[in-house]
């Protein structure tokens, strides 16, 4: 069965959709990927199909409005009534939904996020028109998958809808060679370098921390604002930034870190009742966590023991926290790491997807 998955990005670091489309490979589903080339076309192997769409617009508003015009083409073009969509976020459900009523066939719906409560478009014009997009068409979708029990919780509560299943995006189980310790302890944040995410604070802590260094590994466009912070309170040599990393080279460097942080400030509700996928990443490679006070990361941590949990973003705050975990040390967290590495992995989120497809599967075959 062909399963068509498109999504706005250029696919590369979107590990979620990579994931899904090999669990659908693995278990003799035909994936075809469609992303686009905004932010670049990087090289890239994978075991199936993919196509990025070519995209000459320069601003994003326009962006998303070329990408939507073009991706409904090349789904008109490749799906056919044997065919399965699978839509990833607000961006690509438009299209995705004219077709498969076109069509009369199944569609998924996956929203990673709240796309409406994104802290880049509270207070702008453009919410209105997404909000729109929004109530128009998620309570219309049969299959709808979303990334956290709060994000599930809150679709439900807004549009009325059954709820969505939830499919937690959550890292491979990884082989544990054991920790290493550091001399110069190291504080790491991964992701992507946007407004809203304490990095700000974070550069800020390190003033009082001593005989340690923060490694920021990622890109976005509050780059150049959080490195300004870092040279005004001369930082440099406490502050690294290590540029955009591919998926591979993040998970060598990860488990090299004492301590990882997801400090993003409350600036919109897709970041209040978001899991991000950097924490489980942290605890997949047993690196103890600090973490925001929001519903879903405090829950891991209060769960497992895995951290501590931040009651403010003031940077001697954070600072207090980090150095709570920095002189406990790895090991002191390395029992009850494993025990959430063991159920906070992508293993345990497959037999949801694969149960979504086979009810698709079924459905294809009673109307064909």
């Known amino acids: ?6 999504v706005f990005n250029n696919l590369q670091t979107d590990q979620r959709v990579e994931k899904v489309c090999k669990t659908l ?9 469609i992303g686009n080339d905004w932010l670049g076309a990087p090289e890239m192997e994978r075991p199936y199909p993919f196509y990025r769409i070519k995209l000459n617009s320069k601003k994003a508003r ?27 976020d607000l961006e690509t459900i438009v299209p995705n939904y004219l077709i498969s009523k076109k069509l009369g066939i199944p569609l998924v719906f996956d929203s990673h996020e709240i796309f409406t409560e994104m802290p880049t478009i509270q207070g702008r014009w453009v919410k209105k028109i997404w909000k729109a997009v929004e109530k128009k ?12 029990d709060s994000y599930a919780n809150w679709f439900v509560k807004e549009y009325r809808i059954e709820r969505p299943i939830v499919i937690k995006n959550l890292p491979r189980r990884s082989h544990f060679s054991g920790i290493n310790e550091n001399d110069s302890k190291i504080i790491l944040y991964q992701g992507w370098l946007n407004y809203s995410r304490g990095l700000d604070k974070a550069i800020l802590a390190m003033k009082w921390i001593d005989n340690a260094e923060l490694r920021i590994a990622g ?8 490195r300004e912070v870092s040279i005004e309170n001369h930082l440099e040599d406490k502050v690294k930034f290590l540029g955009k990393l591919t998926p591979d080279d993040l998970r060598k460097l990860t488990p090299k870190a004492d301590v990882g942080i997801s400090i993003e400030e409350n600036n919109g509700l897709s970041y209040y009742y978001s899991l991000p996928n950097k924490i489980s990443d942290y605890i997949q490679s047993r690196v103890p966590v600090v973490v925001s006070d929001f519903p879903e990361m405090k829950n891991i ?3 497992f023991g895995v951290g501590e949990i931040i009651e403010n973003h003031s940077p001697e705050h954070l600072a207090e926290k980090l150095k709570i975990v920095l002189e406990k040390g790895k090991a002191a967290y390395l029992h ?9 992995c992508w293993e345990n989120e497959e037999g949801k997807i694969l149960r979504i497809f086979s009810d698709c599967k079924k459905e294809l075959e009673r109307s064909h």
């Open 1 to 6: 069965m062909k399963i068509i998955v498109s």
């Open 25 to 33: 490979y693995d278990n003799g589903y035909h994936p075809h990927l």
């Open 62 to 88: 326009f962006a998303y409005i070329e990408f939507q015009n073009k991706l409904y083409r090349e789904l008109k073009k490749n799906a056919d009534n044997k065919t399965v969509l699978l839509a990833n």
């Open 137 to 148: 068409f998620v309570p219309k979708i049969k299959r709808m998958i979303t990334a956290s």
């Open 219 to 226: 890109c976005g466009p509050a780059e150049a604002f959080y």
């Open 301 to 303: 941590v209060n769960t």
């Open 336 to 344: 009850n790491l494993n025990v959430a590495a063991d159920e906070l």
